[in-house]
């Protein structure tokens, strides 16, 4: 399967409509409707983040129509009072209708729209995903653990090195984080995986319980203690595979990306420099060092970090750095891409597309 081309449009704003369209109202979790042409949507609602894809086939793979991200923080306080908040969903709510209205501006015929560890985990998610249904018409569904690593790694698969006899890829999420032992080779992605884990810890759970702000080193060390722990399962599951020279990381999160702004020192966020980069093993350790240099005004202040993430990104290196003591590697290649693509892809080919563009 071959990654899908990936365009970088802009993360629009619009204004939603008062009244759900019809076409969108589903009580399944993968929604049709009859257009001419094939549209496809896919929607990764996280406990961090709201983001949207929408593409069409095109000879390779795919092209992005149209995209929007949002930090919701629909986990915030879950930690604690095992519940969604008022204000988290309302937020959310309001980041799903611009989606819905995107989604019918588009002709979207084909959408999968998955919800996962902030409304796995709360007491009240089954609700939330009523009430979503009742203000929106989106019908959201619930994916447990094993579905997200595996989606996860369909969509960045394609960036792993293959002559690697193996790499771990990761997702680092804010309130779980998903690893893969991924295999090398042009076979079936099932075929691929080695094992998988999901861990119960991701940026928002850890650095509510640990802190975000100020950070100190200590603080910082006894994150990276707790995913070591939560680490521990997985690490012996891979055990007896072969790390060789070119055994790699492959990551994908809003933390690698950001890492990889800051390596970069890019002024503004720019998508085409960071999807596929190679950072080395002294790389990373540089910006980590960098980072926990930062006073918390200065992360607000960085381009690639900005308000709405300095007070998590600290709590992803430490997940990022445990995963890196536990697999000890020379590069780790950043994927901006990852659950999204891995839902276009799958809708894809259960319609008869072939990622190299042509109808089965």
């Given at each position: 399967m071959t990654q899908g081309e990936i365009l970088s449009p802009a993360h629009e704003r619009a204004a939603p409509t008062d009244d759900p369209p019809a076409s969108l109202i589903s009580d399944n979790p993968v929604g049709r409707y009859a257009r001419p042409k094939p549209v496809y949507a896919a929607l990764d609602l996280g406990t961090n983040n709201c983001r949207l894809l929408i593409a069409r086939p095109v000879p390779g793979g795919f092209r992005i129509l149209d995209a929007f991200s949002r930090i919701v923080r629909l986990g915030e306080g879950l930690s604690g009072s095992g519940r969604l908040g008022e204000a988290a969903i309302a937020r959310t709510i309001a980041a799903l209708r611009i989606c819905r209205s995107k989604m019918e501006a588009r002709n979207v015929n084909r959408f999968r729209l998955i919800a996962t560890e902030a409304c796995r985990a709360a007491e009240n998610g089954a609700a939330f995903i009523a009430r979503v249904q009742q203000e929106t018409g989106l019908g959201l569904e619930i994916v447990d653990r094993e579905t997200e690593a595996h989606l996860a790694a369909a969509g960045c698969a394609a960036l792993a090195d293959p002559a690697a006899k193996s790499i771990v890829l990761f997702d680092i999420g804010g309130g779980s984080s998903e690893l893969v032992l991924l295999k090398a080779g042009q076979g079936e992605l099932r075929e691929r995986v080695g094992a998988w884990a999901s861990l119960p810890l991701g940026v928002v759970s850890l650095a509510e319980?640990?802190?975000?702000?100020?950070?100190?080193?200590?603080?910082?060390?006894?994150?990276?203690?707790?995913?070591?722990?939560?680490?521990?399962?997985?690490?012996?599951?891979?055990?007896?595979?072969?790390?060789?020279?070119?055994?790699?990381?492959?990551?994908?999160?809003?933390?690698?990306?950001?890492?990889?702004?800051?390596?970069?020192?890019?002024?503004?966020?720019?998508?085409?420099?960071?999807?596929?980069?190679?950072?080395?093993?002294?790389?990373?350790?540089?910006?980590?060092?960098?980072?926990?240099?930062?006073?918390?005004?200065?992360?607000?202040?960085?381009?690639?970090?900005?308000?709405?993430?300095?007070?998590?990104?600290?709590?992803?290196?430490?997940?990022?750095?445990?995963?890196?003591r536990a697999f000890p590697a020379k590069r780790l290649r950043i994927a901006d891409r990852g659950l999204r693509e891995g839902i276009l892809m799958d809708l894809m080919v259960e319609d008869g597309w072939r990622m190299n563009g042509a109808r089965s």
């Open positions: 319980k640990h802190g975000g702000h100020q950070v100190t080193r200590s603080m910082f060390e006894a994150m990276v203690d707790e995913v070591a722990q939560a680490l521990q399962s997985f690490r012996a599951q891979v055990n007896d595979e072969s790390f060789c020279d070119k055994f790699h990381l492959l990551g994908t999160s809003g933390t690698v990306t950001t890492i990889a702004g800051v390596h970069l020192g890019l002024e503004r966020y720019d998508r085409r420099k960071v999807d596929g980069l190679w950072m080395e093993k002294h790389e990373i350790d540089a910006i980590l060092s960098t980072l926990l240099e930062m006073s918390y005004a200065d992360r607000a202040a960085n381009a690639c970090i900005g308000p709405e993430r300095a007070d998590l990104v600290l709590a992803g290196c430490a997940i990022l750095e445990a995963i890196r």
